[in-house]
C-alpha cells in the first residue's frame, strides 16, 4: 500500500487546489521516496524524464510567436470577419464542423493542429464572430463558454477516431500489447471496432454544440431585455 | 548523420525561452521581475541543453522552476491590450495574407512528414526516419514564421515579445505535461499500476460479466483520470483485470475488449487536469477565467461516450 503514497498526495492536492505542477512533482518525489529510491535519484529520474519528454513543449514553444505576430495584425478580427460572411453559421455549427474536420483527418493519422496551432488562431475567433452575428452581443461568460468547447472540439474530434483508416498510434499500441502478451488479435479487428464510437462521437458532438447554441441564445435574449 | 535533429529544433526552443528571459528581465515594470527572468532562464537550459546535461542537474533545475511557481515568484504583467477597433482597421490592410502563415505550418507538417524521411544528400540524411513527424512539424513552425514575418514585416525581436505574451499567459501549465510523463515513469518504476489493478479485481464480483465489463472500462478511467494518459492506463488495466476477468474467465473477444477499453480510457483524459496539455494547457493558452473550464465543458461528451463503449462492449464481446 505504501506504493500509493504518491497517488494519494496528488488526489488530496489536486482536491485542495494547490498549484498542479507543485502536486505533481511532490507526488513524484513521494511515490520515488516510498519506493525505496534515494532522493537524488529521484531527482535524476526526474530530470531523466523531463529530457526525454521536453519535445511535448515544441509545438507550443515554437508556434506563439507566429501566432502572436499575426494577432497584433488583426488575425483573430479577421478570422471573425470572414466567418461573418457565411449567414448560416452559429458557434455550435463551425465547432462541429471542425470536430468532424479533426476527426476525418486523424482516421489517416493525420493531424491538422492542435490548441495552439488552430484553435487559439482560427476556430476560437470563427466560433465567437460567428455567435456575435447571430445574438447581436457578447459576454465574458459566453466567450469562455464558447472557447472552453472549442478546446473540446479539438480533443474530441482528436481522440475518437484514431487510426482506423491508417494506423499510427493508439491501435499499434494496443496491437503490440496483444502480441507480448501472447494474445492473438488482428489490426483490421481493432480498426473495425473502433468505428462505432467513432460515429457515436459525431452525433454526441451534434447534441452538444446544439445545446450551446441554445444557451448562447438564451444569454443573448437575457442580455437583451436588460438592457432595452 | 542527420541535418535537422530533434534536438536541433528543441535548442531553437531553448533560444526562443532565453529570449524571454532576457525581455522579462529588461522589463522594469513587470511585476515579477527577477522571479519570472530567472524561471525562463532556468527553463531555456533544460529544454535547449537539457539532452547534453547530467540528468540529475535538469532535475535539480526543474525543482528549482517547481519552488518559484510553488513561492508565486512566477508571473506575467498586465499587457496592454490593443483596442479591437485598431485590430479591425489593421486586418483590413492585409486581409487574408494573415491566415497563410497560421496555415502553412500543418501543411509543411503533414506533406514533410509524409516524405522528408526520403531526402538525402549522399549518406547525409535531413532528418532522423524515428522523428520524422516532429522533425517536420518543427520545420512548419520555421516556415510559419518566416512567413509571418515577411508577410507582416515586423522584425524577429517582436516574435520573441509577442510569443513571449502567450508563453507567459501559460506559465507553469508549459512544462506540466513533460513533468506529468516523469511521474507516470516514476510511478510505473514504483509499480503502482500493479496495486491499482489488483485492489479492483478483488474488490468488485467480477465473476458476472456485466460487472468485469464495467469494472474494466471503470478502471480504465479511474486509472487514466490518476495518470493522465490512457495509454499508460492500458497495459495495467488490461493485465490486471482485461485479460484475466474478461477474456479467460468469459471467454471475451479481445479485439473488441482492447479497443473499446483504450476509448473508454480516452473518456477519463477527458476530464482529467493530470491530462494538462489537453485540458489545462489549452485554457491558459484561450485565456479563460477558470482552468477547469475546459474539463467541465467536455464532461458531458465524456459520460455520454463511455456509457456508449460500455454498452457495445457488452453487447458485443462475449
Redesign the interface.
Known sequence: MITLLGLFVVIIGFTLRANPLLVVVAGGITTGVAAGFSFNEVVAMIGQFFTDNRALMLPIILMVPIVGVLERHGLQERVAMLIRRATAATAGRVLWTYQLLRGVTSMFGLSIGNHAAMVRPLIAPMAEGAALVRSGTSSPQSRDEIRAHAAAAENVGNFFSDDIVVAVGALLLIKAFFDNAGVAVALSDLKLWSLPTALWVVLVGWWRYRRLDARLQKAAAAAKERAP | MTLLT?DL??V??GV??AAVSALVAWDVTHPQRWGSAVFWLLLAV??GL??W???????????G??IL??TKRVGAPQFAR?D?AV??????????R??W??LW??VV??VG?AGLDWVKFGDVSLVNPTQVA?SA??LG??V??AA??R??G?RPL??????????QL?S????????????G???A????GG??AGLVATALPVQFPLVAVVAYCGGMVLFTV?LGN??AA??VM??GVG?PCI?QTHGGD???M???G??SG?CG??VT??A????????R??????DY??I???A??AG??WL??VG?MYG?VY
Do not use: H
Open positions: 530533434l529544433f528543441l531553437g526552443c526562443v525561452l533544460a529544454v537539457g539532452k546535461l547530467p540528468p540529475m542537474a535538469v532535475g535539480y533545475a526543474v525543482l522552476l517547481t511557481v510553488a490593443v479591437s485590430l479591425t482597421k489593421r486586418a483590413e490592410v492585409l486581409g487574408n494573415l491566415l502563415p497560421v505550418v500543418p507538417a503533414i512528414g516532429q512539424l518543427g513552425c520555421v510559419g514564421l509571418a514575418l508577410t507582416t515586423e517582436v516574435a520573441a515579445r509577442e510569443g513571449g505574451r502567450l508563453l501559460l507553469w501549465s508549459l512544462i506540466l505535461p513533460a513533468m506529468l510523463a516523469a511521474l515513469g516514476i510511478m518504476k514504483a509499480g503502482v496495486v491499482i490518476l490512457a495509454f492500458f497495459p488490461t493485465l485479460l477474456v479481445p479485439a473488441v482492447g479497443t473499446l483504450m476509448l480516452y483524459t477527458l487536469p493530470m494538462a496539455n489537453f485540458n489545462i494547457v489549452p485554457a493558452l484561450l485565456e479563460l477565467k477558470d473550464a475546459v467541465k465543458a467536455q458531458p461528451f455520454a461516450i456508449f463503449n457495445v458485443c
